[in-house]
């Protein structure tokens, strides 16, 4: 499982384009008894199903709902129960921040803070995004550390992200949002030299925080946690030998995939734009990753219409999609999702998800594209991590194993 | 999956009868939509898988594509990934030579090498065989190694096997093919102190057949590459308790049975006179290894009639092949391919290979015996790994585990 052997990678072959249908797979509406995809009119899916391999793709153990990191870096071939991947990392990401090697990102709240040095509202009363924008501004201008600079990306209401940057900087330090209101902030301490530094670099940017915040009434204080580094991971040219893009609306879906080294492109506003940059920056890259995101949304709004709704508009798009391939004998299409959202459970699952891989050398079955039709393709359910080697095998990009 | 706890073996039971159809599996034709299975008429395979146990072994990753050595070590219940399985030994195999421990065998290469000791030509302009045997001929002559010896096995064209014998030889030794035309051999060296000793044993053997052959217009020198020797691997008794036999016309496979302890018997010349030798020595061995190479010779030429026709072939031998297993209750007959080699693709695949397991033990579903059909089975797809573990099942062979 996972990589491939690296000796058999050849650098020539077909191309493979991922759509990540975000949230895809469903659950039976107790009301009528079918699922979000059943009861979606997909002509053009389940056409393409019918002539492809289908199956069901696990994200993680079966039991584990993933989040939206861990989902995609499965898709991506990685374990992601292996990779050190922490909350600052995800949201520097999901701000566009392209976190470089040795910088430390972690989670910020702004929090208000007595002069007893107790925390009394941990999310500083909710402020307005623009208050937090100001907030930031003001520690941009007035706080200084030693030997290092930051950057601070401001979020929504209480929420920012704080970048440390220096040398030798760790990232094993405690969070110190005491998580109970009434308790003064956790001191920060490393977990070895190096982070025992950025341990002494946020200690001082938190006292001057307070220092520079101290007569503001709601947003007094900050509390960090998730402290976090880019991870040392193979790129998809190391792992795959594959010159790889991302085509996606939202940057955490862009950050993600620029963790395994995929360039980012412009990805216009709309998936018909999306694909019509990988029409032109076809020649360019062997692997395109194209990410959208409405599935998921309606998941989480628990409107089950607007979820079928979200599949059908997706739908209308899949023969511009396919036209991508053109006739190279050995290019491959995968459509799947990251994980689940089923309507009814308003959140994330575990459930596998149903996948369709379209190539010259499939064995179709005659199954439409849902839960239950892919059960019986010739995929069965399989682990989303051996998805990138099959995507290899299929486009012609792995030699033979043994003589 | 592998190996079956040790204690468990038992020494009785049912006899066990493995026929592997070389690249069984295929795709479906594009004219068509059928694979060579679904297109052939297999009536006696049909008939049997409708009362066996059916299903897809999965022979290595699911996106490896398995050679002959690691496809059979895989249906042999051993992890080919985990083997030192070099190309010279598969070569001295393939030859009948029958590697004994502590020997080092290498793939060799006539070449052409020009005064100032650069490779003209890799291949010596592709010899016939005739001549390849000649030159084999010279060097056995007048070479001589010091407190060592060597075996020259020609093969086609400018290809042989080269194996020395000796005490204490390693086989860790970088081949001196320079892969390129225009530059010299590379020199041998050792990665530890026994390949050191082989090193110095084939630089002379390199020095001394220049000398020799320095008067060849083609072939005047020897490429060497591929260095190893018998992997240290359980036998079929050790692992299984099983006596076993491979009655298999291909020298290759012979070879690869040999790996795993299994007697050689003579074959004969067709499949029906492969299944008498079986008969004639059914009470002497426990398990019996039975190959045929027409599916997959048939895939690689790419001609779809030709692969339908071998497989049609086999099925006439299917009763003849049935009727060994007599009235013995616990006796087992498995069919099934090392690997796919499908006639659209002319080359072995990564598809799961369709499988039958007869024994009186079985839960049958109404699948006719082609690659959709076996999807239903009640073996789903499995690893190849686990099959020696379920025929031992089956045949009575392994004691429950546990109280």
């Known amino acids: 499982m996972g990589a491939p052997p690296r000796e058999l990678l050849r650098r020539d072959g077909g191309k493979i384009v991922l759509l990540v249908m975000d949230g895809l797979g469903g659950l039976p509406d107790p009301q009528h008894g079918k699922t979000e995809m059943e009861a979606a009119s997909l002509p053009h899916l389940d056409a393409l199903a019918a002539r492809s391999s289908t199956g069901r793709a696990q994200i993680l153990d079966p039991y584990l709902t993933p989040g939206s990191g861990p989902g995609h870096l499965s898709l991506f071939g990685y374990d992601p129960q292996r990779i050190d991947f922490g909350r600052g990392l995800l949201e520097a990401l999901g701000s566009d921040y392209p976190l470089a090697a040795g910088e430390v990102a972690a989670r910020g709240n702004f929090c208000t803070i007595d002069a007893a040095g107790l925390v009394q509202d941990r999310r500083a009363g909710r402020p307005p995004d623009a208050e937090c924008k100001r907030l930031c501004e003001k520690l941009t201008q007035h706080v200084q550390l030693d030997d290092a600079d930051f950057v601070l990306l401001p979020?929504?209401?209480?929420?920012?992200?704080?970048?440390?940057?220096?040398?030798?900087?760790?990232?094993?330090?405690?969070?110190?949002?005491?998580?109970?209101?009434g308790k003064p902030p956790h001191p920060f301490a490393g977990r070895d030299a190096a982070s025992e530094k950025t341990a002494a670099l946020v200690t001082s940017f938190f006292e001057q925080a307070r220092q520079c915040l101290r007569d503001e009434p709601q947003g007094s204080g900050v509390l960090l946690r998730g402290f976090s580094s880019m991870p040392d991971i193979e790129s998809y040219d190391e792992r795959y030998a594959l010159r790889a893009a991302v085509i996606a609306i939202y940057p955490m879906y862009r950050g993600v995939a620029r963790l395994v080294g995929m360039n980012v492109l412009d990805p216009g506003t709309s998936l018909p734009e999306q694909i019509a940059v990988a029409q032109r920056e076809w020649d360019n890259y062997d692997f395109f990753f194209l990410h959208t995101k409405?599935?998921?949304?309606?998941?989480?709004?628990?409107?089950?219409?607007?979820?079928?709704?979200?599949l059908e508009a997706i739908d209308q798009h899949i023969p511009q999609l396919e036209a991508l391939l053109g006739t190279g004998d050995d290019n491959v299409l995968i459509i799947t999702g990251d994980h689940s959202t089923p309507t009814i459970h308003r959140?994330?699952?575990?459930?596998?998800?149903?996948?369709?891989?379209?190539?010259?050398?499939?064995?179709?079955?005659?199954?439409?594209f849902h839960e239950r039709g892919v059960m019986g393709g010739d995929l069965g359910t399989f682990s989303a991590q051996d998805l990138m080697g099959l995507a290899l095998a299929h486009a012609g990009r792995l030699d033979k194993f043994g003589a």
Chains 1, 2 share one sequence.
Do not use: Y
């Open 155 to 181: 979020g929504k209401q209480h929420r920012f992200t704080l970048v440390v940057r220096g040398n030798g900087l760790g990232h094993h330090i405690n969070d110190n949002d005491p998580q109970v209101e």
């Open 294 to 310: 409405d599935p998921d949304t309606a998941g989480h709004s628990g409107d089950f219409a607007a979820k079928v709704s979200a």
């Open 347 to 368: 959140e994330h699952s575990w459930h596998p998800v149903p996948l369709i891989l379209q190539s010259q050398r499939c064995i179709p079955m005659p199954t439409p």
